[in-house]
T-cell receptor, first 113, second 117 residues
Framework: GAGVSQSPSNKVTEKGKDVELRCDPI?????LYWYRQSLGQGLEFLIY????????KSGLPSDRFSAERTGGSVSTLTIQRTQQEDSAVYLC???????????FGQGTRLTVV | AQTVTQSQPEMSVQEAETVTLSCTYD???????LFWYKQPPSRQMILVIR??????QNATENRFSVNFQKAAKSFSLKISDSQLGDTAMYFC??????????????FGKGTKLSVIP
């Protein structure tokens, strides 16, 4: 079966532009996570969706960041007015239920120039 | 808020030897899960091993085992018979089982492990 799919794999954008990053989780997984990983660093939590519950947005670094999950499946992370410090790898993960490990996609490498 | 600390930014080990990666965490909760993930240069995060906090027995997966000390809030990973393919970043992660709501997965900053031929 297919794993977590993220697109695009790489994205170069100009400072000030908006970008959208897509995540297709594993079918049937109710939990979906977004993380940001700067070069050589750990994973910074951004947002978490669980079923129909309100998302946990506590990790979003500013109001330029937003995410939605449509129909409990595909998720889109949007970054408005991108800044150079937004350059990082954005990782998406999904999980079938609590306590079970999260399965990760290969990430989107975002470069803001 | 939960925190995860990995105090060894980089480590190296000779092929076929054993290495232990450290991880400590801070929580006031009693029910949670702990994980070790591996991230090779390909960037793909791969689960190595998981541990339920309510289980006293240490988890083992082939050459990988953990030393889970709940009272000390310590969760170290031991890799036996190290192989070149074990070269990667290793992340320790904590997931709170709150019973409802968010199951946020919190990661440490990682340990870069190099296996030397």
């Amino acid at each position: 079966g297919a794993g977590v799919s993220q697109s695009p794999s790489n994205k170069v954008t100009e400072k000030g532009k908006d970008v959208e990053l897509r995540c297709d989780p594993i079918s049937g997984h109710t939990a979906l996570y977004w993380y940001r990983q700067s070069l050589g660093q750990g994973l910074e939590f951004l947002i978490y969706f669980q079923g129909n519950s309100a998302p946990d947005k506590s990790g979003l670094p500013s109001d330029r960041f937003s995410a939605e999950r449509t129909g409990g499946s595909v998720s889109t992370l949007t970054i408005q007015r991108t800044q150079q410090e937004d350059s990082a790898v954005y990782l998406c993960a999904s999980s079938p239920r609590r306590g079970i490990e999260a399965f990760f996609g290969q990430g989107t490498r975002l470069t803001v120039v | 808020a939960q925190t995860v600390t990995q105090s060894q930014p980089e480590m190296s080990v000779q092929e076929a030897e054993t290495v232990t990666l450290s991880c400590t965490y801070d929580t006031s909760e009693n029910n949670y899960y702990l994980f070790w993930y591996k991230q090779p240069p390909s960037r793909q995060m791969i689960l190595v091993i998981r541990q339920e906090a309510y289980k006293q027995q240490n988890a083992t997966e082939n050459r990988f085992s953990v030393n889970f000390q709940k009272a000390a809030k310590s969760f170290s990973l031991k890799i036996s018979d190290s192989q070149l393919g074990d070269t990667a970043m290793y992340f320790c992660a904590f997931m709170l089982d709150s019973g409802a709501g968010s199951y946020q997965l919190t990661f440490g900053k990682g340990t870069k492990l190099s296996v030397i031929p």
